[in-house]
């Protein structure tokens, strides 16, 4: 366990918002954290990659890093293999590894920024894959009293950006492993995303491998998301809101160019087309602002503050719902 005090969290947010942590502690095990839990109580925060992570203020007390890694077989046929990765290790890093090795699973998860632990929090998605299709469980310990968990897909109760972490047990876990189950053959391609179909076409690809849609996820990201080691951002910032059927069959009278997908027993609606429609997109405020190809990502060109970023979030929710009668939701935790 490593100990700093009065710490600078700007590198340790993809924001890269300069606020500080009164104590930042560095655990590397489960050991060090049931260690730091019994002779400290519940930390002011638990951080994992901070890219999801919205710092409006100093944090009065520790902030627990989780910094745990390896990755190591757990189980393995003739067609899967289930590997249990640590919580500290890097997303992306994860994703090209596995792919490097013929693995097929998180090709469509390709550049999305954080790390293995919190992946379930917000149950990561992309181009038409969850965390949840991969996911075996999670490990971990619970904040109270150290016990140790293990949670199955069916407990972590997986919805839409959305798990058991988000609701009945937040702020009560720190996650310090991952179990996911990928293919070694029979991949299951998922190509059918408009985007992905469309680079694949233009490309000449008719049955991709993992690797090649993952080339393309990357491509397609690169071109419309802003890289967080250049402009911080922290990928979507709020989630696409979900109305019945009936509301959005309201708006697409109004709007017939309005993109609308069937999901969770409503609609799901593009929060990014109508902050567009709304004309947000490339909005800038000295350090602040909503990038110009992606209306759903809300950025820091240098020096922004977590609280103007929230007060242009705010603005941009208020305006959203004056037009459309919807309440968009962050899918940021706002700390
Ligand atoms: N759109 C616009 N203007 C914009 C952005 C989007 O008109 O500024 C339209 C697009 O043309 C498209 C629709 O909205 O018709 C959906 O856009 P896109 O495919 O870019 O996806 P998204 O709904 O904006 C979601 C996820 C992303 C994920 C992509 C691809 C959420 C909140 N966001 O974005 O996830 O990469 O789909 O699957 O669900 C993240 O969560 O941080 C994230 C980047």
Not at 2 to 29: C, E, M, P, Y
Not at 258 to 264: D, F
Request: proline letters at 4%.
């Amino acid at each position: 366990m490593i100990v700093q005090i009065n710490q600078s969290l700007a590198k340790l947010n993809t924001f890269g918002v300069d606020q500080k942590a009164s104590r930042l502690i560095w655990a590397h095990s489960p050991e060090e954290i049931a260690n730091y839990l019994k002779h400290h109580g519940a930390p002011a925060l638990v951080l994992g990659g901070g890219s999801n992570l919205l710092l409006t203020k100093d944090v009065e007390g520790d902030v627990l890093k989780v910094d745990i890694h390896g990755r190591e077989v757990v189980f393995e046929d003739d067609n899967h293999v289930q590997i249990r990765f640590g919580a500290g290790e890097n997303w992306h890093e994860v994703v090209l590894w596995t792919l490097m090795q013929g693995l097929g699973g998180l090709e469509n998860l390709s550049l999305i920024p954080g790390n293995c632990g919190t992946a379930p929090v917000q149950n990561i998605g992309a181009y038409g894959v969850e965390l949840q299709d991969v996911f075996v469980s999670c490990e971990g310990l619970m904040i109270d009293d150290c016990a140790p968990f293990k949670l199955s897909r069916k407990q972590a109760r997986f919805s839409y950006r959305n798990s058991i972490f988000k609701n009945a047990w937040k702020g009560k876990a720190v996650i310090t492993h991952l179990v996911l189950k990928l293919t070694k053959r029979n991949h299951q391609i998922h190509a059918d995303y408009g985007a992905i179909k469309g680079e694949l076409e233009k490309m000449g690809i008719s049955k991709p491998t993992p690797k090649q849609i993952s080339d393309v996820v990357i491509a397609i990201r690169k071109s419309k998301l802003p890289d967080p080691s250049q402009i911080g951002n922290s990928g979507s910032f709020f989630k696409n809101p979900i109305v019945t059927k009936e509301k959005a069959q309201e708006l697409l009278h109004m709007y017939p160019d309005m993109p609308s997908y069937p999901a969770e027993g409503g609609k799901k609606l593009a929060a990014g087309w109508i902050i567009e429609k709304s004309g947000w997109k490339g909005y800038r405020k000295k350090d602040v602002g909503v990038h110009k190809n992606q209306a759903l990502v809300l950025v820091n060109y240098g020096n922004a503050t977590g609280r103007e970023i929230h007060a242009l979030a705010q603005k941009i929710m208020e305006d959203v719902y004056a037009r459309y009668g919807i309440q968009l939701e962050p899918e940021v935790n706002l700390i």
